[in-house]
């Protein structure tokens, strides 16, 4: 962590500790004026339907105004460039391409080249980008996906509080993930997950009250989304709420029957069988096997290093180029001797650094209070019981994953918002002395949160402008370049040529989905290996090199074969 960011972080809890504070002493404190809104807010919450679309164009609204701030991203990660493949892919009318003749100076990182051409990651991501893509960016896709998962929150929150605390809960995840939050900065996804789990959250207690065909085929449908994004992480969490959806019409003594099976079970169970055919076809155009995953075939390819904590290292794998040897093999099984070395001790300083991630993204100290005294009501609230009994469990599943990034708990993102509202819901009715402090507090902690993203906004366009330039700078020169070629007649064979200290994380060979036809084909230099094929093969096109580690800046300049043929 950089000095600049720590001091924002204390800067940030500082600020918080003092509106805290003001609102203690005076509790009153703008009254007239959070009354006006708070009446406001409350008569527009009964339009539920209008709300949600109204909070989806909010988001809309507001990251589009910050453009000037905050630019479009460029892709930096292994998976991001993966994800932009299968929104490429999907674009071109196929779930898969052929592997190329020559895939070896195209191979990279979580993509398979066998027995397709295809990113390992399941496709919904991929979807949200190609919506993004047919609309005019991969990005556009993006800042849907966010406004449809705020929208999917309230509307899930709907389900479960009064209109009015699902509206405080709908504003909440809007200046959450409306900016200034990787869901939206980035391609890595974590809304796809999050509309799925949203929607089997909020379809459960609609299915409760009324045994309605919509509410059951909507809870299958997040579990399609959630098995077509997160597997593991949305399985867990779909059988999470199964079960306890089975379980609490089971024991209602007052229900029909009938009506369970032919309202509940029937579309439900029509539903799933939609989405288990759809993943079994998937899988066979991508791996040529209904039961094998891409993702599977993908790590048994490359990684030795296993997903899960009961697993072990698994052979050393024999790479072609020094990236991949430096990535899968000696880089990443260091680093998981390091962090999970699968003994007690291991196992805690895992478990320490998982939930540090997960509470700084889900829960920063201004949502993190109001959780507090939702646990508070443990013994007394159903609804708190059941989300501390989800999240508990939904938790437990994640610490068996090897490493873990904030996005893979996407799921249960909705269930965090419920205990964010009950909390507040709580709190506002706190008083000390007579002296009304949970009206204060709620006030204070909702308006800090809104206003937190302000200042982030400006952070992020000032003060951490140089430092985020510089850790994304090598994506940058590569996008200048490749953007640089593309506005070039003709078309173009780029051959990178990395230096031994190349960080393997910075990868530049990324390619379309149809390489052959591509005005741009990026191709590694292989030590060792001939590259008389690869310039036969496109030797119609313009041969340049580029220098990624080159100082002090990579380089591109144009080359005739000879000159690569006979250095």
Same mark, same amino acid.
């Not at 009250?209 to 997040?222: E, K, N, P, S």
């Not at 990868?507 to 989905?513: K, L, S």
């Not at 144009?558 to 006979?566: F, G, R, S, T, Y």
């Given at each position: ?27 009153t ?11 406001? =807010?409350?008569r527009?919450?009964r ?51 052929p ?11 979580h993509?398979?080249?066998?027995p #397709?051409?295809?990113?390992? !990651? ?25 406004a ?10 709907? @389900? ?26 980035s ?21 409760l ?14 579990i @399609? ?6 597997l ?8 999470i709420?199964? #079960? ?18 032919t309202?509940? %079970? ?9 989405? %288990?055919?759809?993943? =079994?076809? !998937? ?12 993702y599977?075939?993908n ?14 290292? @698994? ?5 072609l180029?020094?990236?991949?040897e ?8 260091t ?13 805690? %300083?895992?478990?320490?650094e ?12 201004a ?12 013994r ?27 996005? !893979? ?5 909705? #269930? ?20 009304p ?11 800090f ?27 940058q ?10 506005? #070039? ?17 910075r ?7 149809d390489?052959d ?20 093969y ?17 380089t591109?300049e ?9 250095p």
């Open positions: 962590m950089n000095e600049t960011y720590r001091s924002l972080l204390l800067l940030r809890d500082a600020g918080l500790l003092t509106a805290l504070a003001i609102a203690w002493l005076v509790p404190f703008g009254s007239h004026f959070f009354s006006s809104i708070e009446r406001w =807010g409350s527009l919450a339009h539920r339907a209008g709300f949600l679309i109204a909070i989806a164009i909010l988001v809309i609204v507001f990251r589009l105004s910050v453009l000037p701030l905050v630019k479009i991203p460029v892709p930096q990660n292994h998976d991001e460039f993966s994800y932009l493949l299968a929104a490429d892919t999907f674009a071109h009318g196929r779930l898969a391409n592997p190329h003749p020559l895939w070896i100076f195209f191979e990279t990182f993509v398979n080249q066998m #397709t051409y295809a990113s390992k !990651y399941p496709p919904a991501q991929g979807v949200v980008l190609v919506l993004g893509q047919v609309l005019g960016h991969p990005w556009i896709g993006v800042l849907l996906s966010v449809c998962l705020c929208a999917a929150i309230t509307w899930a929150l709907q @389900g479960w509080v009064p209109p009015k605390w699902a509206f405080l809960g709908g504003i909440l995840a809007a200046t959450h993930f409306g900016a200034i939050n990787y869901w939206m900065e391609y890595w996804g974590g809304a796809a997950a999050g509309i799925g789990g949203a929607l089997v959250f909020g379809a459960l207690p609609r299915i009250r009324r045994q309605r065909v919509r509410g059951a085929i909507l809870f299958a449908t997040g @399609g989304i959630l098995a077509n994004s997160r593991f992480e949305g399985g867990l969490f779909s059988i709420c199964l #079960t306890a959806l089975g379980w609490l019409l089971l024991r209602r003594k007052m229900i029909n029957r009938a009506a369970i099976w309202r509940v %079970v029937a579309p439900m169970t029509a539903t799933l069988v939609v989405v %288990v055919i759809f993943i =079994g076809y !998937y899988n066979w155009r991508v791996t040529g096997n209904p039961l094998l995953l891409p599977v075939v790590n048994r390819s490359y990684m030795a290093v296993p997903a899960f904590q009961w697993e072990k290292l @698994g052979p050393p794998h024999q790479y180029n020094p990236q991949f430096a990535f899968y093999g000696s880089q990443r099984a680093w998981s001797r390091e962090h999970f070395d699968w003994t007690w001790n291991g196992f805690k %300083v895992g478990f320490l998982k939930v540090s991630r997960l509470q700084a993204f889900y829960a920063p100290p949502l993190g209070i109001p959780i507090i005294f939702a646990l508070l009501l443990f007394r609230n159903a609804k708190v019981r059941f989300c501390v009994l989800v999240s508990v469990i939904f938790i437990a599943g994640l610490l068996c994953i090897l490493w873990l990034l904030p996005h !893979y708990a996407a799921p249960f993102t909705v #269930t965090v918002f419920l205990l964010i509202v009950l909390g507040l819901r709580s709190l506002r009715r706190w008083s000390f002395k007579g002296r402090v949970g009206v204060g507090w709620t006030r204070a902690l909702v308006s949160h809104i206003l937190l993203l302000a200042m982030q906004i400006v952070a992020a366009a000032v003060l951490l402008h140089g430092v985020t330039h510089r850790e994304s700078e090598w994506a020169a590569r996008a200048h370049l490749e953007s640089k070629l593309e506005s #070039t007649p003709g078309q173009h064979l780029v051959l990178v040529q990395y230096s031994p200290r190349h960080d393997a994380n990868e530049w060979v990324y390619n379309r989905a390489i036809n591509a005005k741009v084909v990026w191709a590694r230099e292989i030590p060792g290996q001939d590259l008389k094929p690869l310039l036969n496109f030797r119609q096109r313009k041969l340049w090199l580029v220098k990624p580690d080159a100082t002090p800046a990579p591109l144009p080359v005739q074969p000879a000159d690569i043929l006979n």
